[in-house]
């Protein structure tokens, strides 16, 4: 409640970095519940050992995750009191660059995170409990949402930027990173449907 009453403020902290991190975390909560449905059932015993390495992989994704969402309340802090000076301030004109990259390294790390849940569901197809193949596609769902919401997130900082360079780079890593996520969730999608 205390978050989403934070979310609805009018405060740039947190925003959609957060909500990008939160959403990444409920995809390894679902994906870690569909294993927990799975992993002792005696006909799908020969999955087991992949079962428990996942378990493992998406309970520390789960700590990144949540942790990221934190980090990117603080990056954008930073821009956000640079955004308050003029901009012919030196300190503006020096930390400017420096501030949003920081700033979108955050949801670029949100995106490859989500890449790598997705991945891992992906290794779930036909590998779990049946009765939860739309918590499957729910958990896919919730890691591509986070990895678009981190998209937005690099689109709107690398926008300020005024290395062009360096904008075009961020822009293109967050667009290929994104068409991996879409496409992973969409087969997952599709494989789970009945």
């Known amino acids: 409640n205390q978050f989403l009453d934070d979310l609805a403020s009018k405060q740039p902290t947190p925003g959609g970095g957060a909500v990008a991190g939160v959403l990444a975390g409920l995809s390894t909560a679902l994906g870690n519940m569909v294993l927990a449905y799975s992993h002792d059932k005696q006909s799908l015993e020969e999955h087991h050992e992949l079962h428990e390495d996942c378990m493992k992989f998406l309970n520390s994704a789960k700590e990144k995750a949540i942790a990221l969402g934190d980090a990117d309340v603080e990056a954008y802090e930073k821009v956000s009191a640079l955004w308050k000076l003029s901009k012919d301030d030196p300190?503006?004109?020096?930390?400017?660059?420096?501030?949003?990259?920081?700033?979108?390294?955050?949801?670029?790390?949100?995106?490859?995170?989500?890449?790598?849940?997705?991945?891992?569901?992906?290794?779930?197809?036909?590998?779990?409990?049946?009765?939860?193949?739309?918590?499957?596609?729910?958990?896919?769902?919730?890691?591509?949402?986070?990895?678009?919401?981190?998209?937005?997130?690099?689109?709107?900082?690398?926008?300020?930027?005024?290395?062009?360079?360096?904008?075009?780079?961020?822009?293109?890593?967050?667009?290929?990173?994104?068409?991996?996520?879409?496409?992973?969730a969409g087969l997952i999608e599709q494989s789970c449907k009945v």
């Open 91 to 184: 300190n503006r004109i020096e930390q400017w660059d420096t501030a949003l990259a920081e700033a979108i390294q955050i949801p670029l790390q949100t995106m490859e995170l989500s890449n790598r849940i997705l991945i891992t569901l992906k290794t779930l197809i036909g590998k779990t409990n049946g009765m939860l193949a739309s918590d499957l596609a729910i958990a896919a769902i919730l890691a591509e949402s986070s990895a678009r919401t981190a998209y937005w997130n690099v689109g709107i900082n690398s926008d300020q930027m005024d290395c062009e360079i360096q904008k075009n780079e961020f822009n293109e890593q967050s667009t290929v990173l994104l068409k991996s996520c879409k496409e992973l």
